[in-house]
């Protein structure tokens, strides 16, 4: 197993709070393979880092694509806790966040995804995309909550929290994101999702 390492900021670095207002998100089942972090040290030389890092690609079935959610700015939110008693500490991570208005595509979204296992990818502010869920511990919907607001300065909103727990934090994801059209017997890269 890899060591321990020194971990220290650099000075003047970048370490900027925040998420961008794209998330990706697909449904566990649309994944060919869900990417797993490196992990892998059998000679135990790795860094620390392979336990929370993804190199793979996240490819999807034929057919299925990656889905882009445009939050409202401020509102991405992941966080991960750890909990459980002594000598059995397990992960509780936790991601949130607000999308605007009341479309139909709105309501229908909290529909569709109300009792369904997801993967999601948020990139932060200084570049870094988390990947959020696993094959065996899905992102899952919390809760949501949200309408028309009642008055000129209300939230026109709904917001969301997902949970996905297991033994780990949300890993970084340094794959690419590879979608597999009908027909075309090749995955191609989707290089639009964070723009």
């Known amino acids: 197993m890899a060591e321990l390492i020194d971990i220290i900021l650099d000075d003047a670095g970048n370490n900027t709070p925040g998420n961008d207002v794209n998330i990706v ?7 060919e393979t869900v990417p797993v972090p490196v992990l892998g040290d059998p000679l135990g030389v790795g860094s620390i880092a392979n336990l929370a890092t993804i190199t793979a690609d996240a ?6 694509v990656f889905t882009k959610i445009k939050a409202i700015p401020e509102t991405v939110k992941l966080d991960t ?3 459980g008693g002594n000598k ?8 949130e966040f607000a999308i605007p208005g009341n479309t139909k ?9 109300k009792n ?9 502010r200084d570049g870094q995309i988390r990947m959020f869920g696993t094959s065996s511990f899905p992102a ?5 909550s949200g309408g028309s607001g009642a008055a000129r300065g209300d939230d026109k909103s709904f917001t969301f929290s997902f949970e996905s727990v297991g033994s780990a934090a949300s890993p970084v994801f340094e794959g690419a994101f590879m979608e597999n ?8 890269e989707r290089t639009d999702l964070f723009q």
């Not at 369904?116 to 932060?124: A, K, Q, T």
């Open 25 to 31: 998100i697909i449904a566990v089942a649309d994944l």
């Open 59 to 64: 490819v999807t079935k034929e057919g299925k």
């Open 81 to 83: 806790k750890t909990v």
């Open 88 to 95: 059995s500490k397990g992960v509780e991570n936790m991601l």
């Open 105 to 113: 595509e709105a309501l229908g979204f909290i529909s569709k995804i």
């Open 116 to 124: 369904g296992s997801y993967i999601f990818f948020v990139r932060d």
């Open 140 to 144: 899952q919907l919390v809760d949501s």
């Open 181 to 188: 059209p009908v027909g075309a017997g090749a995955a191609v």
